[in-house]
């Protein structure tokens, strides 16, 4: 079974700062997908950013971007030039790439935006 | 397309009492996801269907859920009879194919008191 670990629970920066949240996996597949989620207090979960584990580069959305090690199994998230609206839930995701394995969540971490 | 749709948004309801959560996929998408998130256990998958047919669900808590798709574009999750420890957000998810992103309904906050 996969597990997916956050070890941040909550973070807290100044407004366009930069902050990197942080995620490990543990998976016995080769092929996969990972994402990060962002659920704000609308509760409703919004999809950032996604990585194929076949996909060495690193992917990026604008002012998020992933720093994917595959050998060391960790996934970390970057918010360049943080707004306000950035605050939120942010949950680190794994999907297995043989089927359709449902989602494993992170326990997610509570990035909060200070003006 | 609207997007997932869940109703109803919130739900309380008495101990012992029937629960119907439901959810409206995205048109075409081939999966459907139900998850259950709590502060204690965070998001935990409940089952999943593809092509409307039951793949896992090891992540039902009890025989008192049941999840049903009766076609492409509806499902079903039935909790009887309830219990307070019931008590959570009930999100269902849609995607198509594999490796793509699952998409988000809103959410059913039950509350079972």
């Known amino acids: 079974a996969q597990t997916v670990t956050q070890s941040q629970p909550e973070m807290s920066v100044q407004e366009a700062e930069t902050v990197t949240l942080s995620c490990t996996y543990d998976?016995?597949?080769?092929?996969?997908?990972l994402f990060w989620y962002k659920q704000p207090p609308s509760r409703q979960m919004i999809l950032v950013i996604r990585q194929e584990a076949y996909k060495q580069q690193n992917a990026t959305e604008n002012r998020f971007s992933v720093n994917f090690q595959k050998a060391a199994k960790s996934f970390s998230l970057k918010i360049s030039d943080s707004q306000l609206g950035d605050t939120a839930m942010y949950f680190c995701?794994?999907?297995?790439?043989?089927?359709?394995?449902?989602?494993?969540f992170g326990k997610g971490t509570h990035l909060i935006i200070q003006p | 397309d609207a997007g997932v749709i869940q109703s109803p948004r919130h739900e309380v309801t008495e101990m012992g009492q029937e629960v119907t959560l439901r959810c409206k996929p995205i048109s075409g998408h081939d999966y459907l996801f139900w998850y259950r998130q709590t502060m204690m256990r965070g998001l935990e998958l409940l089952i999943y269907?593809?092509?409307?047919?039951?793949?896992?669900d090891s992540g039902m808590p009890e025989d008192r859920f049941s999840a049903k798709m009766p076609n492409a574009s509806f499902s079903t999750l039935k909790i009887q009879p309830s219990e307070p420890r019931d008590s959570a957000v009930y999100f269902c998810?849609?995607?198509f194919g594999v490796g793509t992103e699952a998409f988000f309904g809103q959410g059913t906050r039950l509350t079972v008191v």
């Open positions: 269907f593809n092509n409307n047919v039951p793949i896992d």
């Open positions: 995701v794994h999907k297995g790439g043989g089927g359709a394995d449902g989602l494993t």
């Open positions: 998976t016995s597949e080769n092929n996969y997908y």
């Open positions: 998810a849609s995607s």
